[in-house]
């Protein structure tokens, strides 16, 4: 019996790793899988589990108001130290490239159990962006000991950081697998959430859907991309729907600036379903998310990404995203293009699958059963 403990703590690893810990679920003989959560998000986080029916084994509920990074690592490092004496997992599996997957990563590798790197070889190359995402995903890659790239490029990037060939595994995202399995739930599904954006969104208007959250954006990068908002707002042939992100560093910018705009609808974060929907009915999407980034092609939604880089160049190769970075004048540039220009549209809404077919966590599992411990 192989000992699994799947840890993660915010919204997108919930999703990302919802369609992993079901995978290895479907073995119980060969695997005993136990989640634990380190609850870096509360709401964002419970609502995921709940749509994915994940019932975590430890919830280390470290979530508080406006954390910091220093807080949230300490309280990572010693939270699971007791989780692994408790359970003595052979492998522990984190996620990307948040604080929680950095700190669980270090506490694996000093009570010396191996790391499983889900989304492994991301790269900037630029360590202030994503903050501090790059560098958590760099020191996360540095001690995992199974890495699963999603893509071609990102087992390339760690090749080049001299990652051992046979240790690294192309598997596509599980980013799919999720969404696949959204979309066949959502044929027979409708919550309140669903209804109610329903209601809300006018069948004239052209939806753009707008996220972000990133902390280099925070400061002169909401404002700026607030006033982009703004001034798209006041044509009368769109609607733009912006679920805000929890974070209070978010909130306060957007709340505060667009509060009153009359065809901007600020939102609260939608559950996963809800937002899956909303993205379907979407002409645009405004992000600076990276789960949106490798969504939107498989949806064939075009996406400006708020952001100077990425680590997600497929989706750029392919035409689906473009980098607008958080300039105003060239956000509303980009969207006006893309809502006037509708030949130009029709290229970017070209469905594609850079990140995978949905099969990302039956391989992983089958890597790890036939993987020489
Ligand atoms: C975190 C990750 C980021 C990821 C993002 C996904 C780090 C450093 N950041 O950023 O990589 O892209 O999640 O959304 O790992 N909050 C709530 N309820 C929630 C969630 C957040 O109130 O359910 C508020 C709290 O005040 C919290 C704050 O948001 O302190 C910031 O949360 P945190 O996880 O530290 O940062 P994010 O910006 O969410
Ligand atoms: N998402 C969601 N509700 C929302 C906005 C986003 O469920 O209101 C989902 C989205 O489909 C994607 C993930 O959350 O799978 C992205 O999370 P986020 O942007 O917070 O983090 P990132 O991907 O940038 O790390």
Redesign the pocket.
Known sequence: MIKVLVVF????EAIKMAPLIREFNRFPEEFETRVCVTA??????DQVLSFFEIIPFYDLDL?????N?NQ?TADVLIGLRSVFLDYLPDYVFVHG????SMAASLASFYSEVKVCHVEAGLRTFNKRS?F??EI?RQITGRIADIHFAPTEISKANLIREGIKDSTIFTVGNTVIDALMWANVKLENYEDDEIRGLKELLVSTKRVIVVTG?R?ENFGDGFLNICKALSLISQRDDVQIIYPV????Q?QKPIYDILGDSANIHLISPLKYPAFVWLMSQSYIILTD??GVQEEAPSLGKPVLVMRNNTERPEAVAAGTVVLVGTNTDVILLETETLLNDEDLYKRRATLHNPYGNGHSAALIVSKIKSYDR
């Not at 703590?9 to 997108?12: E, K, N, S």
């Open positions: 703590g915010t919204r997108p870096q998000h509360r709401e964002m986080l979530m508080k108001p406006n954390q990074l949230l490239d948040t604080t929680t994503p501090p995402e958590n959250h902390r992100h929890l974070n209070p978010v998310s990276g």
